[in-house]
């Protein structure tokens, strides 16, 4: 079992910047690729951003590229995802998820709970 707790979602104006963490517990986190997804009200959760078990590989969703870095520190078990260039369709709660590298929900095996991301015009 792998337990995630994500944090650092708030209110944050257009342009504004904010850094999402994660935080992992429970078997070997490098074991693990990480993901992050979002999910805004009335939409299916969507992939945002992944990183392999060692860092040495990411990916991004096309809507986010350039805007958003993942990043991981596998000796604190934790995992980042630092948003630039917020817009408002950023607005989602984000969660963090462990599981093998993939653009899909169903390549990952646990969940956070997610945090609440607002972007405010």
């Known amino acids: 079992q792998v337990h995630l707790v994500e944090s650092g979602g708030e209110l944050v104006q257009v342009g504004g910047s904010l850094r999402l963490s994660c935080a992992a517990s429970?078997?070997?986190?490098?074991?693990?690729?990480m993901g992050w997804f979002r999910q805004a009200p009335g939409k299916e959760r969507e992939f945002v951003a992944t990183?392999?078990?060692?860092?040495?590989?990411?990916t991004y969703s096309d809507s986010v590229k350039g805007r958003f870095t993942i990043s991981r520190d596998n000796a604190r078990n934790t995992v980042d995802l630092q948003m630039n260039s917020l817009k408002p369709e950023d607005t989602a709660k984000y969660y963090c998820?462990?599981?093998?590298?993939?653009?899909?929900?169903?390549?990952?095996?646990?969940w956070g709970q997610g945090t609440q991301v607002t972007v405010s015009s």
């Open positions: 998820a462990a599981g093998l590298y993939g653009t899909t929900l169903r390549y990952y095996d646990y």
């Open positions: 990183i392999s078990r060692l860092g040495g590989s990411t």
């Open positions: 429970g078997r070997t986190f490098s074991g693990y690729a």
